[in-house]
């Protein structure tokens, strides 16, 4: 009888060459630099994301026209291709974006400026627009810190539609049916609605079968949760945000 349970239990604590698999993804990931900030942090396409889509909207403010449109009457001026350029932040380091130019050299960008290389507080900033359940008006307030009275609030309001545009096409991106392994973590921002507040953003980090690993969900803890309600809830809640048809789990 007992030879037949050490049997039973030895059977049972042999992993099956799925999860095999699925360890190995997971160790590799670790070992590459599982993290949603620093220099190889998932934060980093995001914060790209952000400004190059802001920086198109300047130049569209800046020409009165859309890409491919026609020029203001009075003027030839147009866009003239991009330049490169490495800015540095505070979470994921090194980033590179593409800065919009145009024919006639008068573009003044704003949230890069002219040989600006250091962003202060872009990365949490960037992190809290992708979170799902912030409003219209805190995403807006987000940009109006960032550019001041350096331009109209009629411009920060179109810029914060055109961020909400990317924002949207990244949130309803397909995902692969099947992850190795999925990940909680966090990082504390700064939301402001009126008054600043302090809240935490969870991500839900997958490790593909295929091995890389990519940020799949964002979301902020609801408010009047207090840390355990804030890890239970917006951590199942950051899960649950990944379930899109064709979505196994």
Not at 19 to 39: C, D, H, I, N
Not at 160 to 189: C, H, N
Request: charged residues 25%; hydrophobic residues 35%; positive net charge.
């Amino acid at each position: 009888m007992d030879a037949r349970l050490e049997d039973v239990t030895k059977k049972k604590a042999e992993p099956t060459a799925e999860q095999l698999a699925a360890e190995e993804l997971v160790r590799r990931a670790r070992e590459q630099g599982l993290s949603l900030t620093g220099p190889d942090g998932l934060l980093k396409q995001l914060t790209k994301t952000v400004l190059e889509t802001a920086l198109n909207q300047e130049m569209t403010e800046h020409l009165g026209h859309e890409k491919h449109g026609r020029p203001a009457a009075g003027t030839e001026n147009v866009r003239n291709g991009t330049r490169a350029k490495t800015v540095l932040t505070e979470a994921s380091g090194q980033v590179g974006i593409e800065v919009p130019r145009d024919r006639e050299g008068t573009f003044e960008p704003q949230i890069v400026r002219k040989r600006q290389r250091r962003l202060t507080g872009v990365d949490e900033i960037v992190l809290s627009l992708y979170a799902k359940g912030l409003t219209t008006g805190e995403i807006s307030a987000h940009f109006a810190e960032i550019y001041g009275a350096s331009v109209s609030k009629e411009t920060i309001s179109r810029i914060t539609d055109k961020v909400i545009e990317e924002m949207q096409s990244w949130q309803g991106r397909p995902l692969d049916p099947v992850y190795a392994a999925v990940f909680i973590d966090a990082i504390v921002v700064k939301v402001r609605d009126g008054q600043v507040a302090n809240r935490p953003v969870y991500a839900a980090i997958g490790v593909t079968l295929a091995g890389p690993c990519w940020l799949i969900s964002v979301m902020p803890r609801r408010r009047g949760r207090g840390a355990e309600g804030g890890w239970c809830g917006s951590g199942r809640g950051a899960c649950r945000s990944t379930r899109r048809p064709g979505v196994s789990g």
